[in-house]
């Protein structure tokens, strides 16, 4: 996000519907959506956010999430169903991580994710979620990819890029 250049935050996305700053505000509200089930609320829509609202949602997440407890609490996912907030912080984790890679490919910079990160992500929700988040609308159609590609290429094609 810190690269992102205030031209850029119009450009388009990977994600159709998305600007890059439309990315923003959703990788941002990710942590204003934690918060609020930490706390039993409903979360606010945000816009014109910025890297550093980013980073200091992350810094509370964190902070909340270290409460005794926190993790067991239950709050509904963005497609209505009940999880707790362990599963929606694992959840966000996937979403911001593909999110990542869609911002780096708008924006022109390098897209390599980090392999621990594609790997522990991919573990957490391969094959299922991607057919889930398909059936509920937020997932688009799998891409196919070789067979013999990157760990990322897979996780990327299974949530609908074109790694």
Do not use: K
């Given at each position: ?6 031209e850029q935050?119009?450009?388009a996305?990977p994600?159709s519907?998305w600007?890059?700053?439309d990315l923003i505000d ?5 942590t204003?959506?934690?918060?609020a089930a930490?706390?039993?609320e ?14 200091a949602g992350v810094?509370a ?9 926190v993790?067991d609490l ?10 707790s907030?362990a599963?929606?912080?694992a ?12 911002l780096a490919v708008?924006?022109g910079?390098d897209?390599t994710l ?9 573990a957490?929700?391969l094959p299922?979620m991607?057919e889930?988040?398909r059936?509920g609308g937020?997932?688009?159609p799998?891409v196919?990819?070789?067979v013999?590609a990157?760990p990322?290429?897979r996780?990327l ?7």
């Open positions: 996000m810190d690269a992102v250049s205030p935050r119009t450009a996305t994600c519907e600007s890059v700053q959703h990788m941002t509200g990710s204003d959506y934690l918060l930490v706390a039993g409903s979360p606010s829509v945000r816009r014109g956010a910025t890297p550093d609202d980013y980073r810094a997440v964190l902070e909340a999430l270290a409460r005794p407890g993790r239950r709050c509904a996912s963005p497609l209505g169903f009940e999880w907030v599963e929606a912080t959840g966000t984790f996937m979403d911001n991580l593909v999110h990542t890679w869609d708008a924006t910079q897209p980090d392999a621990e990160l594609v790997e522990a992500c991919a957490m929700f299922d991607p889930r988040g059936a937020i997932v688009g799998a196919a990819v070789p013999d990157s990322q290429d996780l094609g299974a949530m609908g890029r074109r790694p």
